[in-house]
């Protein structure tokens, strides 16, 4: 039931509301429309009585020699000001009615406003008390000022007087300010539009726990590993074989046995190399870095742990004779998983490897590796070599297919200095020989694993996979209202702020001295919540009235202007182009608008402002009315504290914004119909 709980009641009418409002709520709610209530109306208007027996602009007074005044014969419902199989389409529930009057002796005159509901039929059913401030009067009409003959008199309906989704119809009747026209004009009819959109919410709960964002961090793919070049030690031939297959580093010949040692490393994915990763992470003695590794093909990162993988470390031994490969080609492998632990409060990596034989040529007799971890910047990261520990001999022989994990740690160098941020590559190396052949070497690293340390999102320094996109979930159960704005303005609108399913991420605006633009994000909430001339909130005076505060769980709560995107983002309405805002409009009156509202216990929704025209799902910003605990709650000291300083986010670092409670509406309609939980 749309507005159900909105009515406005002239003083006379409310015992009687008090008697009926709550089975008018219990009967109606779930409807999705807006019905008027039986205390607006009054079955008792004789509609065949005169303009002059209602006389609300003013007694008939005699004058000699007087014309009547005369309504006009085509009255009219805005705006927008169209007509549709000759009823008015009017795009809000504060309604401007309209029609010209004229008077044969040039007398200046008003304009009496009635409006009725109409039955099925589409006849008048019953008079709509409306409420007229400006000419407070007893009969339930609007009175305009005087206009000059031939001209059109107006009146806009008070907000509360008319419902979403309902069809009207309205007569005037003229007064020159001695005598009234005999008759009332003809009727009008117009439809005030339907609502745009109806969550149906719970109670916010003032309870709610925290959310631990960690929970909604999933593993983001990234980039296999690629092979770099190695220096010269040993030697290397170059990238290709002599029989030419690409992506090996080859040593030099061993003259005695005739044998070219290549090494290489390939992305493998397969069950035999992801089961023996799998095998021997689950039977380490020691405790993984990353739990979630396990079993996972491919290379992955979340914010502050890596897992690279899988791939194969290869070493062959190429039979030469007379300077030529014969075709008989010795081989070894090794599957490889390496594992990356970041800190969130010091300048510290922790890093994991493990190789797992996975076939071993027996012509090789032995094989020994030898890894080296580097950072590939001595100046700003240091491998810490007195913490390199292997748990598993680095020589195999025929027939030994023991596993080998090593872990070392990487410090950052620096963490001492104040507002610091440097960008660190690790690599590692590994050397391999044997009886057989000589040594062959390969190196990689991953490029999208660059690991990003600084001293600006926090005072304590700290790393973080920064290509990782963080996923900022908002606290449903605590302001369910806040969410469900969020929600709505990243479905419908095509910029789809901080949307993964249409990439769309949102971009961070830290405060004026951690962007490079000293752009306040307060300078963006003036812009789509401005401040009145007095000091106090947009809320204060353009709210919807309809707004609920929650003063039983803030004695202070007052209304409060919501926007999304967020402020303290570049997707913000407010960000000016020129500072790379993607959004830019010059006022909140350009965004969707919308208001919470409090039905019944229990029973929120969220609308869209039907005071006003209804949202194209063209804009590209969303202002919401609601109350001010609600709006803080949803962001806040949750958002700074527990996603973007707790993931060290820098200016511009993406992330998205995913709402779980909303996976099953469907925002594709014009009218946007949910309920949340899901029944």
């Not at 099925?120 to 008390?129: D, E, L, R, T």
């Not at 022989?397 to 941020?421: C, F, M, P, R, Y």
């Not at 449903?476 to 929600?487: D, G, I, M, T």
Request: net charge negative.
């Amino acid at each position: 039931m749309e507005g159900a709980s909105l009515l406005r009641m002239r003083p006379v009418y409310a015992l009687r509301c008090v008697a009926i409002g709550v089975i008018t709520v219990a009967l109606l709610l779930g409807t999705g429309e807006a019905t008027a209530a039986d205390s607006e109306t009054t079955p008792d208007t004789d509609i065949s009585a005169t303009p002059s027996d209602s006389p609300a602009a003013g007694p008939e007074v005699a004058r000699a020699n007087n014309s009547r005044p005369v309504s006009g014969r085509n009255p009219s419902a805005g705006p927008p000001f169209t007509q549709t199989n000759e009823v008015w389409q009017v795009d809000r529930t504060t309604v401007v009615l309209r029609n010209k009057v004229t008077d044969a002796d040039g007398d200046r005159s008003t304009l009496t406003f009635q409006v009725w509901t109409t039955d099925a039929n589409g006849n008048p059913k019953n008079q709509v008390m409306l409420t007229d401030k400006k000419h407070p009067n007893d009969h339930g009409v609007l009175v305009s000022d005087y206009v000059d003959s031939g001209q059109n008199a107006q009146r806009t309906v008070e907000y509360g007087d008319l419902k979403t989704a309902t069809t009207y119809m309205f007569r005037t009747s003229a007064f020159d300010g001695s005598l009234y026209e005999t008759d009332w004009s003809p009727w009008a009819t117009f439809h005030v539009r339907r609502a745009r959109s109806n969550i149906k919410l719970p109670e916010p709960n003032k309870d709610a726990p925290a959310l631990n964002q960690d929970d909604f961090q999933n593993p983001q793919k990234i980039s296999q590993p690629e092979m770099t070049l190695v220096p010269p030690d040993p030697v290397q031939s170059g990238t290709m074989s002599p029989d030419g297959r690409k992506g090996w580093n080859c040593g030099n010949v061993n003259v005695k046995n005739d044998v070219l040692p290549c090494t290489r490393i390939i992305h493998d994915n397969s069950d035999k190399t992801r089961d023996a990763l799998a095998e021997a992470r689950m039977g380490a003695r020691s405790a993984g870095l990353v739990d979630w590794c396990v079993n996972l093909a491919n290379s992955h990162i979340k914010r502050f742990e890596g897992c690279i993988g899988s791939f194969t470390f290869e070493y062959e031994g190429i039979v030469i004779k007379d300077g030529k490969p014969t075709g008989e080609i010795i081989n070894a492998s090794w599957a490889v998983g390496q594992e990356y632990k970041l800190s969130n409060t010091a300048g510290v990596i922790k890093e994991k490897m493990l190789l797992v034989p996975t076939s071993f040529d027996a012509k090789f007799v032995s094989v020994t590796l030898d890894v080296k971890f580097d950072c590939l910047l001595a100046t700003d990261c240091t491998t810490d070599t007195s913490s390199m520990a292997w748990d598993g001999a680095l020589e195999w022989t025929v027939g030994d297919l023991h596993a080998a994990e090593g872990t070392v740690t990487h410090n950052w160098n620096g963490g001492a200095e104040a507002g610091s941020t440097q960008l660190l590559d690790l690599s590692a190396k590994i050397n391999a020989y044997s009886p057989l052949a000589n040594p062959a070497a390969s190196r990689w690293q991953a490029d999208d694993a660059q690991i990003r340390c600084d001293t600006v999102s926090r005072t304590t320094p700290g790393c973080t996979f920064h290509n990782y996109t963080p996923t900022w979930v908002m606290n449903f159960n605590k302001a369910p209202a806040a969410v469900a704005h969020a929600w709505l303005i990243q479905s419908k609108l095509p910029n789809h702020p901080g949307s993964k399913a249409h990439n769309k991420p949102m971009q961070f605006l830290p405060v004026a001295s951690k962007n490079e633009h000293n752009r306040d994000p307060d300078d963006n909430r003036k812009v789509i919540c401005p401040r009145n001339s007095d000091g106090t909130g947009w809320a204060k005076r353009h709210a919807n009235p309809d707004t609920t505060t929650l003063p039983e769980i803030s004695p202070s709560d007052t209304k409060s202007c919501d926007e999304f995107a967020y402020a303290a983002s570049y997707n913000s309405g407010g960000m000016p182009t020129s500072m790379g805002g993607l959004n830019e409009v010059s006022s909140g009156d350009e965004c969707v608008q919308t208001f919470a509202t409090r039905l019944s216990e229990g029973q929120w929704r969220l609308y869209d402002d039907w005071r006003l025209p209804a949202p194209t799902w063209n804009e590209v910003c969303g202002r919401s009315a609601m109350s001010t605990w609600m709006n803080t709650a949803s962001m806040g000291v949750a958002f700074s504290n527990g996603f973007s300083g707790k993931y060290r986010l820098l200016d511009q670092d993406e992330y998205w914004v995913d709402f779980p409670e909303f996976s099953h509406c469907d925002p594709s309609p014009a009218r946007v119909w949910c309920t949340i939980p899901q029944p």
